[in-house]
């Protein structure tokens, strides 16, 4: 097996940079691996957004203004192997029902939280995608009615509290720091001396536990897997507070190292 990261530039989400960066990336990967192409069983996309099952793979990715790109074909471009393109929050569903913290279950829902927030829900061991694949946009789930403005244009939803630029947004004080990440990290790091940053991580945890207990409330499923950037370092300060209905109801939580998404 053999990996290799390549970290986009700050709010460079074009759909050009993209495709020229998964080609560019897919060439070093397989240069650097040694691998036939022809050996290539093929090559799994995620992105953010919902992602169209049929000719093109149409991608509509409000969160990076991408309306109806036909990511499969710019794709093709540059590269005859199979295509698999996918939501990022049902890419690393699957990542780790394969992989990681799901591994063994028929029913669990991953939730991804990094700038805005997704699910995956596995249902009989595979991924739920509804009639048009978008099943799973557990962030745009009203938490709020008539509350903030979400990236989708609703108003109240999940994303609009718990996703990385909410938090930030919510906090609206100046932080350290040149990204998200950063400045999250920084603000996790100000709750210890500040009522306010404590406040918005407090708040926090409370919309995604009344969202978590919603997911259990709908799939009854034997775990919740937390993962995404965000959600990885708010686990440490969150999970505390967050998983009270779900042990009422028997779902075992885990939390998740094994991913390293972009959205
Ligand atoms: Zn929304």
Redesign the pocket.
């Known amino acids: 097996m053999t990996g290799s990261w390549s970290r986009l530039a700050r709010r460079q989400h074009g759909v050009s940079v993209i495709v020229e960066a998964i080609l560019t990336g897919l060439d070093r990967v397989l240069s650097s691996s040694g691998v036939s192409p022809s050996a290539v069983l093929g090559i799994g996309v995620g992105v953010p957004g919902i992602v169209e099952n049929g000719p093109g793979g149409l991608v509509h990715g409000q969160s990076y203004g991408w309306d109806s790109v036909p990511l499969e074909r710019l794709l093709r471009s540059g590269t005859s192997l199979p295509l698999h393109i996918d939501n990022g929050a049902n890419t690393m569903g699957q990542a780790e029902l394969w992989f990681g913290a799901g591994r063994g279950a028929q029913h669990a829902v991953v939730c991804l939280i990094g700038s805005g927030v997704g699910a995956s829900i596995i249902a009989g061991g595979s991924t739920h995608r509804g009639s048009t694949s978008s099943a799973g946009e557990w962030?745009?789930t009203t938490v709020m009615v008539g509350g903030r403005t979400?990236?989708?244009?609703?108003r109240g939803?999940l994303?609009?509290y718990a996703g990385a630029e909410a938090i930030l947004d919510r906090y609206g004080g100046p932080l350290p720091g040149t990204d998200q990440e950063s400045a999250l990290t920084a603000l996790i790091d100000l709750a210890g001396t500040s009522a306010r940053a404590a406040e918005v991580l407090d708040e926090t945890a409370l919309y995604l536990g009344v969202s978590i207990g919603n997911l259990i409330n709908l799939f009854n499923p034997e775990r919740i897997i937390l993962g995404g950037w965000a959600g990885l370092l708010l686990g440490e300060r969150l999970l505390p507070a967050i998983p009270i209905e779900a042990l009422l109801s028997g779902t075992m939580f885990a939390a998740t190292k094994s991913d390293r998404p972009a959205s």
Do not use: D, K, P, Y
């Open positions: 962030g745009h979400c990236r989708c244009g609703a939803c994303e609009a």
